[in-house]
């Protein structure tokens, strides 16, 4: 993916920036803050009109079921392979992917800044990280490019792709991306960040912290909550006293959007929606995927304590990789056979990631200490 | 790609365009006039905290700085630590410079997560693709009536923390070569000014950009029969009590000035070590786990055959820093008297 530096030694400071016009916009007018309800997400059932308000080549419709269907698979293959004793710790993305694929395709993926979470594999991958890059940190490789086998799977970064890297304390994340998108509104880049959190999240402090200075500065990024209804075992209904979590972005002086994270499309254009917002000075959404996590939160996790396998089940039957395949088949983008091709592809691509990885030489004892510093 | 700039930020020739004395000025001048240099020299550097705009700053170190440079670059931020030191690393990240204020080292506490889980690790944990090139300046420090919360003496804590480096000035022109060679690392600096210095100490500064480099001990005076190893405001007060030893004893007291806490200058220490054969450390900190801990460990493990007496430790008890009440605080404050009793002690072991 062609990248462009965004460092430029040289560069003008630009002053366009007004601190302080937080409300003087129109797209901060009290009736766009609140945030849009949707239906129960059990019940709610995905309208196929809405395709065509997509705007969308088929091309890209296709790109994005593919990005669907190799997240999914690779996610799949990484939680077998910690079931059988392959990878020692793994976390799971699965239910996720149609939110974060939507996100992705929004954002501008050659300029604008990616600050993730853990559960972002969907979105990282289709942000330029690949299977082989994922199976080298699964199995901590040497080679792996997000942190040469330091971290845990699932702490993406790259600074070559603009993927921040993170640490696996919960909302960190969140005031770092306001300094990116700080300088990116003085240095005049033009780049949106958006950054990533689940709903547990939105209960520290850095949250609110990174919320109220985006709102003042009015920062182009975008808050993006993907609400999975869980943070490990505790509920939503005692992590939060409100029903979403976009509530509270009436609290911060920018808008608060809440979508269905089971249709892509849905998220498509609301993300679009904020990114356009954000593009030209008119600061900051938090935006809302209400989705279902599949998985125990982690490898190491077992749901059953927690969570009515009925639920799961019910959940699992409104898959949104099959919701969006069901779409395309409907309007004659996919069939059988081109659906078969794609997963063939898919699957000799992570067979060859996950070969790739295990040949490849875990990192030297000798350097565990290096880079703590510069030079070193 | 998104990376932190190269640090290139320098101080032009003249530290002092306000036509006050050049060889000699405040503690709080220095560090003014190092950060209006730099501030000058390079766009990308930007200043963010609580009151460091419109206020100048509770001490007035970064005063007038909101008219000369813009409320973009000079940002007065919300209540909030965290967010402060979390937007300085993502500044650092997208291509500025940032200097970071802690209003006071006290309340530094809901930084901690970013300070010490992001900034500091950030390099190690990306396996070196990404570094965070911030500079966090914080007053600390007590004998200013400052009681429990405007006094404390915590940076043992961040001593303790792989990633992170230390420093803590002792005179003026250190405080602006320190300031210059934090300004252009390329790892996050936490750079401590004590706040009974800001406006009681003088001394020469020289202009232009020579940074002091960081881990370097400075030699405070020289001396053969022992040598007392500190820093901050405690270089001042063991300067009192190591003139006063030697005169009533004869003695030659060496003392030494870490300047660096992290990374530390262990040549200079155990090379002092050695010749003297008696040490004294000194710190303004609580005792257990502090620096003087770390440095007595360090001269044991790697000078003891050359001591001719136990290694000496004059801190802070352990006890929560520090009362408001005045007789209450300099029960708590280390001062040159302590210093002095427990340095005629160990010139006579």
Same mark, same amino acid.
């Given at each position: 993916?062609?990248?462009?530096?965004?460092?430029?030694?040289?560069?003008?400071?630009?002053?366009?920036?007004?601190?302080?016009?937080?409300?003087?916009?129109?797209?901060?007018?009290?009736?766009?803050?609140?945030?849009?309800?949707?239906?129960?997400?059990?019940?709610?059932?995905?309208?196929?009109?809405?395709?065509?308000?997509?705007?969308?080549?088929?091309?890209?419709?296709?790109?994005?079921?593919?990005?669907?269907?190799?997240?999914?698979?690779?996610?799949?293959?990484?939680?077998?392979?910690?079931?059988?004793?392959?990878?020692? *710790?793994?976390?799971?993305?699965? @239910?996720?992917?149609? %939110?974060?694929?939507?996100?992705? *395709?929004?954002?501008?993926?050659?300029?604008?800044?990616?600050?993730?979470?853990?559960?972002?594999?969907?979105?990282?991958?289709?942000?330029?990280?690949?299977?082989?890059?994922?199976?080298?940190?699964?199995?901590?490789?040497?080679?792996?490019?997000?942190?040469? @086998?330091?971290?845990?799977?699932?702490?993406?970064?790259?600074?070559?792709?603009?993927?921040?890297?993170?640490?696996?304390?919960?909302?960190?994340?969140?005031?770092?991306?306001?300094?990116?998108?700080?300088?990116?509104?003085?240095?005049?880049?033009?780049?949106?960040?958006?950054?990533?959190?689940?709903?547990?999240?939105?209960?520290?402090?850095?949250?609110?912290?990174?919320?109220?200075?985006?709102?003042?500065?009015?920062?182009?990024?975008?808050? *993006?909550?993907?609400?999975?209804?869980?943070?490990?075992?505790?509920?939503?209904?005692?992590?939060?006293?409100?029903?979403?979590?976009?509530?509270?972005?009436?609290?911060?002086?920018?808008?608060?959007?809440?979508?269905?994270? /089971?249709?892509?499309?849905?998220?498509?254009?609301?993300?679009?929606?904020?990114?356009?917002?954000?593009?030209?000075?008119?600061?900051?959404?938090?935006?809302?995927?209400?989705?279902?996590?599949?998985?125990?939160?982690?490898?190491?996790?077992?749901?059953?304590?927690?969570?009515?396998?009925?639920?799961?089940?019910?959940?699992?039957?409104?898959?949104?990789?099959?919701?969006?395949?069901?779409?395309?088949?409907?309007?004659?983008?996919?069939?059988?056979?081109?659906?078969?091709?794609?997963?063939?592809?898919?699957?000799?691509?992570?067979?060859?990631?996950?070969?790739?990885?295990?040949?490849?030489?875990?990192? /030297?004892?000798?350097?565990?200490?290096?880079?703590?510093?510069?030079?070193? | 790609?998104?990376?932190?700039?190269?640090?290139?930020?320098?101080?032009?020739?003249?530290?002092?365009?306000?036509?006050?004395?050049?060889?000699?000025?405040?503690?709080?001048?220095?560090?003014?006039?190092?950060?209006?240099?730099?501030?000058?020299?390079?766009?990308?550097?930007?200043?963010?905290?609580?009151?460091?705009?419109?206020?100048?700053?509770?001490?007035?170190?970064?005063?007038?700085?909101?008219?000369? *440079?813009?409320?973009?670059?000079?940002?007065?931020?919300?209540?909030?630590?965290? @967010?402060?030191?979390?937007?300085?690393?993502?500044?650092?990240?997208?291509?500025?410079?940032?200097? %970071?204020?802690?209003?006071?080292?006290?309340?530094?506490?809901?930084?901690?997560?970013?300070?010490?889980?992001?900034?500091?690790?950030?390099?190690?944990?990306?396996?070196?693709?990404?570094?965070?090139?911030?500079?966090?300046?914080?007053?600390?420090?007590?004998?200013?009536?400052?009681?429990?919360?405007?006094?404390?003496?915590?940076?043992?804590?961040?001593?303790?923390?792989?990633?992170?480096?230390?420093?803590?000035?002792?005179?003026? %022109?250190?405080?602006?070569?320190?300031?210059?060679?934090?300004?252009?690392?390329?790892?996050?600096?936490?750079?401590?000014?004590?706040?009974?210095?800001?406006?009681?100490?003088?001394?020469?500064?020289?202009?232009?950009?020579?940074?002091?480099?960081?881990?370097?001990?400075?030699?405070?005076?020289?001396?053969?029969?022992?040598?007392?190893?500190?820093?901050?405001?405690?270089?001042?007060?063991?300067?009192?009590?190591?003139?006063?030893?030697?005169?009533?004893?004869? %003695?030659?007291?060496?003392?030494?000035?870490?300047?660096?806490?992290?990374?530390?200058?262990?040549?200079?220490?155990?090379?002092?070590?050695?010749?003297?054969?008696?040490?004294?450390?000194?710190?303004?900190?609580?005792?257990?786990?502090?620096?003087?801990?770390?440095?007595?460990?360090?001269?044991?493990?790697?000078?003891?055959?050359?001591?001719?007496?136990?290694?000496?430790?004059?801190?802070?008890?352990?006890?929560?820093?520090?009362?408001?009440?005045?007789?209450?605080?300099?029960?708590?404050?280390?001062?040159?008297?302590?210093?002095?009793?427990?340095?005629?002690?160990?010139?006579?072991?």
């Amino acid at each position: 993916m062609a990248t462009e530096p965004i460092v430029a030694p040289d560069h003008a400071i630009q002053r366009a920036f007004q601190p302080g016009a937080a409300l003087a916009n129109g797209a901060s007018d009290p009736d766009d803050l609140g945030p849009v309800p949707i239906a129960d997400p059990l019940t709610a059932t995905v309208a196929p009109a809405s395709i065509g308000d997509a705007g969308l080549p088929a091309e890209t419709l296709r790109q994005m079921y593919q990005a669907l269907v190799r997240a999914r698979s690779l996610d799949q293959r990484i939680w077998q392979m910690n079931r059988i004793g392959q990878a020692p *710790f793994v976390v799971s993305g699965q @239910g996720h992917e149609a %939110a974060q694929i939507g996100a992705a *395709f929004a954002l501008d993926r050659e300029r604008d800044v990616l600050v993730p979470y853990y559960r972002d594999l969907a979105l990282c991958l289709a942000w330029g990280l690949t299977p082989a890059d994922m199976m080298l940190s699964v199995l901590a490789r040497a080679a792996d490019p997000t942190s040469g @086998g330091r971290q845990m799977p699932g702490h993406y970064g790259s600074s070559r792709l603009r993927i921040i890297s993170g640490s696996s304390v919960v909302a960190t994340q969140l005031p770092i991306a306001t300094g990116v998108a700080y300088a990116a509104k003085l240095r005049g880049t033009g780049q949106v960040t958006i950054v990533t959190f689940g709903e547990g999240a939105s209960s520290e402090g850095d949250f609110h912290e990174a919320c109220n200075f985006a709102g003042i500065h009015r920062l182009p990024m975008i808050f *993006f909550c993907e609400n999975n209804q869980y943070a490990i075992s505790v509920p939503q209904s005692l992590q939060l006293a409100i029903d979403h979590v976009a509530d509270r972005a009436a609290g911060y002086g920018f808008p608060g959007v809440v979508v269905d994270g /089971d249709d892509l499309l849905a998220v498509y254009h609301a993300v679009a929606a904020a990114v356009a917002q954000a593009r030209k000075g008119d600061g900051p959404t938090l935006l809302e995927a209400k989705v279902y996590r599949y998985t125990p939160h982690s490898s190491d996790d077992d749901d059953r304590a927690y969570r009515d396998q009925d639920e799961v089940k019910a959940r699992r039957a409104r898959d949104p990789v099959r919701l969006f395949e069901t779409r395309l088949r409907d309007l004659g983008l996919l069939d059988d056979e081109a659906i078969a091709a794609i997963q063939r592809d898919i699957n000799r691509e992570i067979d060859d990631a996950t070969e790739a990885a295990e040949a490849a030489p875990l990192p /030297d004892p000798a350097t565990y200490d290096r880079h703590v510093y510069a030079g070193g | 790609m998104v990376q932190a700039p190269e640090r290139t930020a320098s101080a032009p020739a003249t530290t002092d365009p306000d036509g006050r004395d050049e060889t000699s000025m405040t503690f709080v001048d220095a560090i003014q006039g190092t950060l209006r240099d730099v501030m000058r020299a390079d766009d990308r550097v930007v200043i963010l905290g609580e009151d460091v705009g419109r206020r100048g700053g509770v001490f007035r170190v970064t005063a007038d700085f909101l008219e000369e *440079f813009g409320d973009d670059r000079v940002i007065d931020t919300p209540l909030a630590e965290s @967010g402060i030191i979390g937007s300085a690393i993502g500044m650092a990240l997208n291509g500025l410079l940032p200097i %970071a204020e802690i209003q006071f080292l006290d309340f530094i506490a809901p930084a901690m997560d970013q300070i010490m889980n992001e900034a500091a690790r950030l390099r190690y944990r990306s396996n070196n693709d990404f570094h965070c090139p911030i500079v966090i300046r914080a007053p600390f420090g007590g004998g200013v009536h400052g009681a429990l919360y405007h006094s404390q003496s915590i940076e043992a804590m961040f001593v303790h923390t792989p990633g992170l480096k230390v420093v803590v000035p002792a005179t003026p %022109a250190d405080a602006r070569g320190l300031l210059l060679a934090a300004l252009r690392d390329e790892d996050p600096v936490l750079y401590l000014e004590h706040k009974k210095m800001y406006r009681s100490i003088r001394g020469p500064v020289p202009a232009g950009d020579e940074i002091v480099p960081l881990g370097v001990a400075r030699l405070v005076r020289e001396g053969t029969d022992a040598t007392i190893i500190t820093y901050g405001l405690m270089v001042h007060e063991a300067t009192l009590a190591a003139t006063a030893v030697s005169e009533e004893t004869g %003695a030659s007291i060496e003392i030494i000035d870490l300047r660096s806490l992290k990374p530390l200058d262990e040549r200079a220490i155990l090379d002092s070590a050695r010749k003297t054969g008696k040490v004294l450390v000194v710190t303004e900190a609580n005792r257990p786990c502090s620096v003087a801990s770390e440095v007595a460990a360090l001269v044991g493990e790697e000078a003891f055959a050359y001591l001719d007496a136990p290694v000496m430790r004059v801190a802070a008890p352990d006890v929560p820093a520090m009362p408001f009440s005045p007789p209450l605080e300099q029960a708590f404050m280390v001062g040159a008297g302590q210093i002095g009793t427990a340095l005629r002690r160990l010139v006579a072991f």
